[in-house]
C-alpha cells in the first residue's frame, strides 16, 4: 500500500516563502511521477508542479514559473516543492500525488492528505 505523507503548510504573508514536503511510503520511489495539486475553496483542483523520481526531470504550471521549485531527494524518497514570493491566490489546500505507470499499461494514482497553505495580504 503506498502512502504519501505530507508536511509543511502554514500561513504566511504575501511575499513569504514555505517548504511542501511530500514523503513516497511502500514503493520504489523511482518508479513514480509525484507531483503538488492544490485546491481553493469553491475552485477545481489544478496542477502546480511534478517531478519524475526516475531522472528529476521537472514541470511547472505558468503560474507558479519562477517563484516555486519542485526537487526531489530519492534516499529519503521525498519530494519538496520550495515556495516563495507567495501570494494571497496561491492559498489553497495542497495535495501531493504520485502516478505510477505499469508495465501491464494501467496507471495507479495515489495522493496524499493536503496541507493547507494561507497567504494573507
Known amino acids: 500500500e503506498v502512502q504519501l505523507v505530507e508536511s509543511g503548510g502554514g500561513r504566511v504573508q504575501a511575499g513569504g516563502s514555505l517548504r511542501l514536503s511530500c514523503q513516497v511510503l511502500g514503493d520504489t520511489f523511482e518508479d513514480y511521477v509525484i507531483g503538488w495539486f492544490r485546491q481553493a475553496p469553491g475552485k ?3 496542477g502546480v508542479s511534478c517531478i519524475s523520481g526516475y531522472d528529476g ?4 504550471a ?3 514559473k519562477g517563484r516555486f521549485t519542485i ?3 530519492p534516499a529519503k524518497s521525498t519530494v519538496y516543492l520550495q515556495m516563495n514570493n ?3 491566490e496561491d492559498t489553497a489546500v495542497y495535495y501531493c500525488n504520485a502516478i505510477l505507470a505499469t508495465s501491464d499499461h494501467r496507471t495507479l494514482t495515489y495522493w496524499g492528505q493536503g496541507t493547507q497553505v494561507t497567504v494573507s495580504s
Do not use: N
Open 62 to 64: 505558468d503560474f507558479v
Open 44 to 46: 477545481e483542483r489544478e
Open 71 to 73: 526537487t526531489s531527494d
Open 86 to 88: 507567495l501570494e494571497p
Open 57 to 60: 526531470s521537472t514541470s511547472y
